[in-house]
Each structure stands twice: as structure tokens, then as C-alpha cells.
């Protein structure tokens, strides 16, 4: 069984009836996309999608073209689709664009932040550290993606907070695989998140900022290293 045929294989079932089958293919496969530990480059099966997930073709299709759209996935057309490679240019470039604009968001969520969603980014981070403890990856990458869709949905700027995602979407396959692969990263990279989050919690604007800029400039040279060298 291969490791998206695992990954689906223990998710809740879809449900039908209340979404379109195309929603559905979209949001099971950006999951996978973004849990299952898939590799740059690996092949993806309409066929088989479409066979493990009980949805026809059409929808699948549809899915991974929205998927494209949003950098997720490759699609060379009447041949093939494949988990989304990146070259070294095009990281430092969505890198150099995410160390523009998170701080900022940081700084911004800071200073709006409700109390529920500093909750929500506490929960995140107790995920985070609960995950490392019992060495389970995918649940890691979960609390992760918890917490900067919290982040963005609590940007009081919506267009920043909604570029954030399709800027972070581009890369956030490779860098939980690099993450997955480097116990002592993983660890790293929740500390740098707890930093984020207790600025933010005592509404510390510069702090938040700082810690984000910082924890992307670090997250830049591992991701650059593990490109440039496979280590």
C-alpha cells in the first residue's frame, strides 16, 4: 500500500450529501497533499484517486486542476500529474515573499488578536509538542497547518492574510518533508512557533514580528541546505 493509499485510508470517509463531489476530491487530496509526507515529483493516479476515494473522474479532475492552480501539483496535460517540485530559485523566491509579508501579519495579529484565537494558536502549539512526544508526524503537519490558518484568518488585513496561504501552499510540502526527516527541525520549528505565540498573546507587536522574521530566516537556510546538499 502506498503511502497516499495509507493516508486516505485512515481519514473519515467523505461525506456526499451536504458537499459538492468535487469539494470533496479537493479537499481529501490538498490534505494528503499536505500530511500524507508525499515526495516532490511523485505520480498522482486519477484513476486511483478516483478508485479510493468513491468519486468519478471528472470531479478528481477538476480537483487537481484547482489543486495546479495553487501550486500543489503539476499537471503536464494528457500525461501525467505529480506532487509539485520546486527548484532552489523558486523556494528563495516564495521564501523571500513569506519574509515580507509574515511578519508583518504577525505584527497585525498582535495587536488584533481575539482571545479566542490566541486559544486556538495555544491549541496548535500543545498539538505541536503532543505530536513530537509520540513521534507522529502527520499529526504534527495538522497542528502546523492549525496554526497559520489561524494566523491568517486572524489578520485584520484579509488580502495579506489569504497571500500568505497561496505563498506558503507553494512550499509546504517540502518543507514538512524536509521537517519529517529532521527530528532535531521539527522540534526547532515548534519552539519558533511557541515564540510567535506568546507574543501574541501579550499583544507584542515588535516581539511577534521578531519572531517570525526570525523563525523564516532559519526555516530559509534548512530548506536551502536540504535542497542544495539532500542532508
Not at 497547518?145 to 505563498?167: A, I, K, Q
Not at 519558533?192 to 532559519?218: F, G, S, W
Amino acid at each position: 500500500m502506498s503511502r497516499l493509499e495509507s493516508y486516505l485510508a485512515q481519514q473519515d470517509a467523505p461525506e456526499y450529501d451536504s458537499r459538492r463531489r468535487r469539494e470533496v476530491a479537493y479537499e481529501r487530496i490538498k490534505d494528503a497533499l499536505q500530511h500524507a509526507g508525499l515526495d516532490p515529483g511523485e505520480p498522482l493516479s486519477e484513476l486511483q484517486l478516483s478508485r479510493m476515494l468513491g468519486i468519478s473522474r471528472t470531479p478528481i479532475r477538476e480537483a487537481l486542476q484547482q489543486l495546479a492552480q495553487e501550486g500543489l501539483v503539476h499537471v503536464i496535460p494528457g500525461r501525467a500529474v505529480t506532487v509539485a517540485s520546486r527548484s532552489v530559485k523558486d523556494m528563495v523566491d516564495v521564501i523571500h515573499m513569506r519574509s515580507l509579508l509574515e511578519p508583518e501579519m504577525a505584527r497585525l495579529v498582535a495587536e488584533a488578536a481575539t482571545q479566542e484565537q490566541i486559544e486556538t494558536l495555544w491549541e496548535s502549539i500543545e498539538k505541536m509538542e503532543e505530536a513530537l512526544e509520540n513521534d507522529d508526524y502527520p499529526a504534527w503537519s495538522k497542528a502546523d497547518m492549525l496554526f497559520h490558518d489561524t494566523m491568517s484568518l486572524s489578520c485584520p488585513n484579509t488580502l495579506l492574510g489569504e497571500t500568505v496561504v497561496l505563498m506558503r501552499n507553494r512550499v509546504h510540502h517540502i518543507a514538512n518533508t524536509d521537517s519529517k526527516h529532521n527530528p532535531a527541525r521539527l522540534k526547532a520549528c515548534t519552539f519558533e512557533h511557541r515564540r510567535v505565540v506568546e507574543a501574541i498573546a501579550t499583544h507584542d507587536p515588535k516581539a511577534a514580528e521578531d519572531a517570525m522574521r526570525e523563525h523564516l530566516a532559519i526555516l530559509r537556510e534548512s530548506m536551502l541546505y536540504k535542497l542544495t546538499y539532500g542532508g
